[in-house]
């Protein structure tokens, strides 16, 4: 099973490339779906065929290849049900117009959430799942979602639970409002164990790795180095950089000058992000549409090399022990120490870059030790831990 993500600034051909990954794939023998949680789905003018919300075989390669445009409302309803009814209970009880109240439960982030959730239940039925990603800052609020929500289900969810089992008759009594039901807990728990599987498939290195699509723009680039860094910061690997819409080098005056700009910026990516692969996607005088079409374009792209490949990364996370010292690394890409922000609480770090953060839970080893100092080299942030006196014997 291979699982590939594919993101980017909204207008760099995201669509394009992942629909043509997915041809290629289906046309080499592996059973695809190709699967887009992008709320502008754009798969369908793509294959030149509509697609729903469940599988589709798309005609040109037979039985290998099926396009899906994810219905978020029909799954926010089958998984968000009891909730919204609980919710839209409460507030109809505190004098909100039942309509409004609708309305306002809706949940924030719903299409992102419910897209992870259908690729977790298609995942298994294909050799390839290829995912067309919103744009970029979608897209990075969706694979946060999983581990913020974990980190809320362990240390708060469990409480409030608690609390509002004791005293459910009270608080209803002085409230004047109906207090969750159990089923309102079992629903967020349910939806919690699905966002936890779709987390530990998103993560493993032998399945899913995410792709970024870009054009060789000063502003595009730019912007796909930030994402490298917080898809890193998340502990998702970026297995490759797709450059779309590269003019030839022999056009006429007008193109030779756009080549030659593209080239200035082409220079600056192989540098930048010279440890994963670069692949070129030609610039076409046409948008390809249809399967032999689009895996004609993957064909020049990816030449030679096999896209499916799992390519070798360095962990975005690793500990090691040197001498007396523990050193936590996190691989921070293209981060600029002035925008790195660093805070133990307990037994966790949390990790601000820029505008995104992340909690890290220390490993047992590491909450025995006090911080020592941390450095950003290299792409890396690494954190130094030395052994507390005071609890390092008794642990």
Sequence with gaps: M?????????????????????????????????LSTDPAHSLSDAFGVPLGDEPTEIPGVAGSLYGQQVDTQRAFEASWREVQHYLREVLEAGGVDPIEAEELTVLPGAEEVLALLELRRQVERWDVVVVDC????????????????????????PVERRVVRSLRPVLSHLAGVPMPPDRVFAAVERLHGELSDVRQLLVDPKTTSVRLVLTPEAVVVAEARRTYTSLAMHGYRVDGVVANRVFPADGDEFVRGWAAAQQTQLAGIGASFGAVPIWRSPYLPSEPVGVDALAALATEMYGDNDPLAVVDTPDPIAVERLGDEFVMSVAL???????????????ELVLTVGSHRRVLALPSVLTRCIVDGAALRDGRLRIRFRPNPDVWIRG
């Design 2 to 34: 291979r699982v590939l993500l594919f993101t980017g600034k909204g207008g760099v051909g995201k669509t394009t490339t992942s629909a043509s990954t997915a041809a290629l794939a289906a046309a080499r023998g592996h059973k695809t779906l190709v």
């Design 134 to 157: 919103a744009p970029t800052a979608e897209t990075l609020r969706l694979l946060a979602l999983p581990e913020a929500l974990n980190w809320y289900m362990d240390r708060v969810f």
């Design 333 to 347: 890409p293209f981060a600029d120490r002035r925008d790195v922000d660093l805070v133990r609480k307990g037994d």
